[in-house]
Structure formats: structure tokens, C-alpha cells
């Protein structure tokens, strides 16, 4: 069954939701002069568990429905919402929603609804949901199986806590161009933290793996075993630390997770809304030189089993493979239909909300940097001296001006182009058009995030995916507790 007519099945018609109510919504929405509206239905069932102390201590079961209407004029919007996909809330909502067009004279006008056009869209996972795929008892398992293998893994470990996440989601939007598009997503989270004791030193770590797949793919090869096994060995990594050196030096960044410094330094500034307003470094940068010659920079939202991914954004718009840097030239902006439509570009799939209650801005899906020539080993043996940073804890980003500081959760001392110990407390310090800029060597081994990832942006926390092959920025300001002479 498609996405279309699974939503309409499982979550309109038994609101009494039909085509005709649709078009009946759609025609009261455009009976005042609009640019462009929508309504957006959405469902999301939820329910997680977290084990600490080797039992069960918490669990929650959620669930969010609701519909958002958009009416847009000019750069004006007006937003109503209702929390019940009811069919007088729902007229009610357009109704709000459409008063920002009173007085109001705008090109474009429709007052007449078209019949509405399902999109054609590449169906990315499956539609079943991810909490019935194990039962309870079996989820319960999991964790405690996980939590047994953490503890038997190193006599130092001295506690462990599991957290096991499972979505079920829904939407359907449509447009008073008369475009009408769903999509059906099954999410799936599994994280374990360990401390680990030894002596009077203390020290962390953490590991997880999810995606929009279902809970079997925990068990496919154990790999919800060898999260356990990877947290338990990040914590020992950081009991073997040593103080991070401090200064200007050469950083080789690991694949997968470290694509974050990219997300955060470079990704935000090419969403379309910032470029409007012209508050992005990047907003009259287009067709220019923003990065080396070697970085090409990609948002994609049609990889298949992503947590970023989406058949369609939440205006329907088709997701896309967008190139938002080439050679290190800026090529494109990433656009909801609103920035689009008011910078005179097409939309590329980037309409995101939080939930039905917020209203759509642009937004990454999946931004990752595309591989270059090199092994990883070449990378790290040029280095004289300097870190290799595999993993990040988290940081700050100016997104005007593209400055950051970057917490190293895992990281290494390279000296003569040997790793030569696991440092603590490196940070790194820079801005994002300059790092790009310093992009010196590039490995071929493309690795996206664990599929853990949240971006937050104007209130709002939408799931996004990151990658990057092993990467090496020429110079850096590392912080750390040794300074260097």
C-alpha cells in the first residue's frame, strides 16, 4: 500500500475524513486571496524505556495528533492549529488561519481548488510499526541482556544505563495547488552509557544506533550487544586519557558522527530563511568559493532507512538529493516553499516542522560530506603533530556567523604519524567557512551518524542524519589543559 492511501485508511477515514471534506477544507481555506496554504495532518504514537540499576525505572507511551493550517501572503503567514483531527476543529483552524489575507492584495490568487494530485514519491522504509515489532517482554529482554553483557565486559564498569526509543509516524499535507502528499515512518533508538570506575578516577562513555527501521534490526548480528560492548569501550578509552594539548595544530576529524561540526558550522547557514533575511555569511555567496576545492557538501532526504529521511517534506514536496557545495563552490540553498517562493527559487524538500502545532521552516535532512581519494591511515600518518577526533559530546554554533566550539568525546594525540594516546578536554575552535577552507586531505570512507541525531532551530527539534569520511583540516585552535610550546 502507498503512504497515501495508508494514511488515509489508517488515520483519516476513521475520523471521517474523506476526499470530499478535503476539497471542502481546501475551498473555505482559498476563499480569501492567499499565495499559497496548506493543511497538515499528523499522528504520532511513541514509547520508550529506561533501565538503571539493572531494572526497569522508567517507561512512557504517547500519543500526538493534531492538524496545522498555513495561509501565506507575501512574506505574512497566517497559522491556526487544532489538536484533534476533527472535522469542525479542522474548519475552524482554516478559517484562523486564512484572516492574515483580509485587505490583503497578493499575486497568484486560486480561489478555485484543483483535484487534488497525489505525488508521486519513493517509498524509503516500511509502514509497519516499530512498537509491535517485539513484544514488551522481548524489549525488556534486550535491554537487561545488554545491561549483563556491559557488566561482565570490564570488572571497572560501575553503572549502566540503557534507554530503548520506538515511533510510529504518520502525516498527510495539502496544498492549495491542489498537491496532496504523505508519508509513513517507522523510528527506532537504542542508547547505553556507562561509567566506569578505577581507582579514584571516574570517566564515561556512550554508544548508540538507530534508524527508521524496525526493533529487529537490533538483533540482526547482536548489534544491540556491540552498542553495550562499544560503550563500555569508549569509557575505558577515557580512563587511559591524558590532558589535551593546547594551540594551533593540525586535526584529523573520524568519519560518521564528527559530520556535526559540517551540520552545524556550514548546514544551518544554507537554509533558505537566513539567506532571505540575510543574516547567513553565505547569503550572497552563491556561485562563490566557500570551501576547498575538495569538499563537496550534500543534503539529501532520499536514503533509504535514514532517521533524516522523508518521502516528502512536510509540504509535500518530494524529498531530493540536493548539492549545496560543489568543489567548494556554493551551488544551492536549501528552501521550504515560503523561501523559495520569496527568493524566486524552487523548493528542494526542506520544509520541516516539529509537530502539526509548529509551523514549517527549512531544515537538513541528511547533510553529509562526500568521500575523497585517500585511506584514513594516510590522514592520520601526516600527521607530525596534532589530534585525531573521532567522536563529539556536543558544542555551541553562532549560526550568523558561523563560529563554534566543539566538545571531543573521543580523541588521540598523534605525534610522527602515530597515535600515541586518548587525550581529554580537547575543544575545537574555529569558524565554519574557514575550517572548510582548510580541508587539506579527504578519505574514502563515507560514514554516516549512529542515527541518533536532533536538530534544534527557532524552538523547534526535527531528527536529522550526518556523514563524513575521514577528514583533515590543515590548522585549528584545539583547547585543552596543555598549552604548547
Known amino acids: 500500500m502507498d503512504n497515501l492511501s495508508y494514511v488515509k485508511e489508517h488515520l483519516l477515514h476513521p475520523a471521517g475524513i474523506d476526499d470530499a471534506f478535503l476539497m471542502q477544507s481546501l475551498a473555505l481555506l482559498q476563499e480569501r486571496k492567499l499565495d499559497f496554504g496548506d493543511i497538515f495532518f499528523e499522528h504520532e504514537v511513541s514509547e520508550s524505556f529506561r533501565l538503571s540499576e539493572g531494572i526497569i525505572k522508567h517507561g512512557n507511551y504517547n500519543i500526538l495528533a493534531g ?35 483580509r485587505g490583503q492584495q497578493c499575486a497568484g490568487v486560486n480561489v478555485t481548488p484543483v483535484p487534488l494530485k497525489a505525488l508521486a514519491v519513493k517509498p524509503l522504509y516500511v509502514q509497519d510499526n516499530p512498537l509491535e515489532s517485539l513484544t514488551r517482554n522481548d524489549k525488556i529482554a534486550l535491554m537487561q541482556k545488554a545491561n549483563e553483557v556491559a557488566r561482565a565486559a570490564d570488572p571497572r564498569v560501575d553503572q549502566v544505563e540503557i534507554s530503548l526509543g520506538q515511533v510510529h509516524h504518520q502525516m498527510l499535507v495539502l496544498n492549495t495547488d491542489g498537491t496532496i502528499g504523505a508519508d509513513v515512518k517507522p523510528i ?39 552498542v553495550a560492548l562499544d560503550a563500555v569501550r569508549m569509557a575505558s578509552v577515557n580512563l587511559e586519557s591524558i590532558k589535551a594539548p593546547a594551540g594551533t595544530m593540525p586535526v584529523v576529524l573520524g568519519a560518521g558522527w564528527p559530520a556535526v561540526l559540517i551540520h552545524e558550522a556550514v548546514g544551518h547557514g544554507l537554509e533558505g530563511d537566513c539567506n532571505y533575511l540575510k543574516t547567513s555569511a553565505y547569503h550572497d555567496k552563491m556561485g562563490q568559493q566557500v570551501a576547498s576545492p575538495l569538499c563537496t557538501i550534500v543534503d539529501d532526504g532520499t536514503i533509504e532507512r535514514r532517521r533524516g529521511s522523508q518521502s516528502c517534506d512536510d509540504e509535500g514536496t518530494p524529498s531530493q538529493h540536493n548539492v549545496l557545495i560543489e568543489q567548494g563552490i ?37 547533510t553529509y560530506l562526500m568521500p575523497g581519494e585517500y585511506h584514513k591511515e594516510e590522514l592520520i600518518a601526516s600527521l607530525e603533530r596534532g589530534i585525531y577526533a573521532v567522536n563529539f559530546a556536543g558544542g555551541q554554533v553562532d549560526p550568523t556567523s558561523g563560529r ?10 598523534v605525534e610522527h604519524g602515530k597515535i600515541v ?52 583540516i590543515s590548522s585549528i585552535t584545539v583547547g585543552g589543559s596543555q598549552t604548547e610550546e
Open 404 to 413: 563554534f566550539v566543539f566538545s571531543a568525546s573521543e580523541a588521540y594525540l
Open 67 to 101: 492538524v496545522g493550517v498555513r495561509a501565506q501572503v507575501g512574506d505574512k503567514t497566517g497559522f491556526a492549529f487544532a489538536d484533534a483531527i476533527d472535522q469542525g476543529a479542522i474548519l475552524d483552524a482554516c478559517k484562523a488561519a486564512r484572516s492574515i489575507s
Open 188 to 226: 527506532v533508538q537504542f542508547n547505553v552509557s556507562v561509567v566506569m570506575k578505577n581507582g579514584e578516577r571516574t570517566e564515561s562513555g556512550s554508544s548508540a544506533m538507530g534508524g527508521s527501521y524496525l526493533l529487529d534490526e537490533l538483533l540482526r548480528d547482536d548489534a544491540y550487544l556491540k
Open 330 to 366: 556554493l551551488k544551492s540553498y536549501m528552501h521550504d516553499r515560503r523561501s523559495a517562493r520569496l527568493m524566486g527559487m524552487k523548493p528542494t524538500g526542506n520544509g520541516r516542522r516539529q509537530s502539526y502545532s509548529d509551523m514549517t521552516i527549512p531544515r537538513m535532512t541528511n
Open 421 to 472: 594516546a586518548p587525550i581529554k578536554g580537547a575543544t575545537l575552535i574555529g569558524s565554519g567557512a574557514e575550517t572548510m577552507n582548510k580541508v587539506c586531505m579527504i578519505a574514502n570512507d563515507l560514514e554516516f551518524d549512529r542515527g541518533i541525531g536532533w536538530c534544534g532551530k527557532a524552538g523547534q527539534s526535527v531528527r536529522v542524519g550526518i556523514g563524513q569520511p575521514t577528514v583533515k
